[in-house]
C-alpha cells in the first residue's frame, strides 16, 4: 500500500528564521511527486511537480528536492505570508491507465512575525 | 481563465437526509477526481473519472455515495442517507493530459 508520511505536522518559526519539511514516501512505480500550499477554508494550491531523484524546483521563498525516499519542502527567511498547510502528495500508475495520488496528512506551518 | 468550483461553500444537513455535491471542472480538462478531507487527516480520494472512460470508485467509502459526471464536464457527488461520519470538506479536482491536478475550494458538509 503506498504511503506517505509528512513531519513535522506542526512548525513555528520566527520570521526570517530558515527550515525544512520532510516528505517521505513508499510507492511502487512512482510517476511524481507534488507539493501543495492549502490555506484555512480553502482547497490546496498547486507549488511544485518533482518526477526523478535529484530534480529541484523554486519559486520564491521555496525550495523542492526529491530524493528516492522523500522530498524536502526548504523554506528561506520565511515571512508570516508563507503560514498555511503544506501538502505533500505521491502519484503513481494504478493500472488501466489511471494514476493514484496519495496524500501525507501536511504540515502546519506558522511564521511569527 | 477560471479555476475549478464548487457549488455550495457549506451545506449543513440533518443526519439521514440526502445531499448533492457539484463540481465545475476547468473547461477542457477530461479527468476529474473527487476526495475528501477530514479535520486532522489527509485527503482521501474518492472517485475518478477520466474521459468517457468507466470511473474509478475505489475510493468509495460506502454505497451510500456516488457520483456523476455529465458530457464529460460538471460532475455530482451525491450522499444518500448521510451519517454524522460523513462531516468533512469535499474536494473536487481536475486536470488535462498531464500529471498536474488542479483544486477547487470544497464543499464543507456537516452533517447534525
Known amino acids: 500500500e503506498d504511503q506517505v508520511t509528512q513531519s513535522p505536522e506542526a512548525l513555528r518559526l520566527q520570521e526570517g528564521e530558515s527550515s525544512s519539511l520532510n516528505c517521505s514516501y513508499t510507492?511502487?512505480?512512482?510517476?511524481?511527486l507534488f507539493w501543495y500550499r492549502q490555506d484555512p477554508g480553502k482547497g490546496p494550491e498547486f507549488l511544485f511537480t518533482l518526477y526523478s531523484a535529484g530534480e529541484e524546483k523554486e519559486k520564491e521563498r521555496l525550495k523542492a528536492t526529491l530524493t528516492k525516499k522523500e522530498s524536502f519542502l526548504h523554506i528561506t527567511a520565511p515571512k508570516p505570508e508563507d503560514s498555511a498547510t503544506y501538502l505533500c502528495a505521491v502519484i503513481a500508475y494504478s493500472g488501466a491507465g489511471s494514476y493514484q495520488l496519495t496524500f501525507g496528512k501536511g504540515t502546519k506551518l506558522s511564521v511569527i512575525p | 481563465g477560471a479555476g475549478v468550483s464548487q457549488s455550495p461553500s457549506n451545506k449543513v444537513t440533518e443526519k439521514g437526509k440526502d445531499v448533492e455535491l457539484r463540481c465545475d471542472p476547468i473547461?477542457?480538462?477530461?479527468?476529474l477526481y473527487w476526495y475528501r478531507q477530514s479535520l486532522g487527516q489527509g485527503l482521501e480520494f474518492l472517485i475518478y473519472f477520466q474521459g468517457n472512460s468507466a470511473p474509478d470508485k475505489s475510493g468509495l467509502p460506502s454505497d451510500r455515495f456516488s457520483a456523476e459526471r455529465t458530457g464529460g464536464s460538471v460532475s455530482t457527488l451525491t450522499i444518500q442517507r448521510t451519517q454524522q461520519e460523513d462531516s468533512a470538506v469535499y474536494l473536487c479536482?481536475?486536470?488535462?493530459?498531464?500529471?498536474?491536478?488542479?483544486f477547487g475550494p470544497g464543499t464543507r458538509l456537516t452533517v447534525l
Open positions: 510507492v511502487s512505480g512512482l510517476r511524481g
Open positions: 479536482a481536475s486536470g488535462s493530459a498531464g500529471l498536474k491536478r488542479f
Open positions: 473547461s477542457g480538462h477530461t479527468a
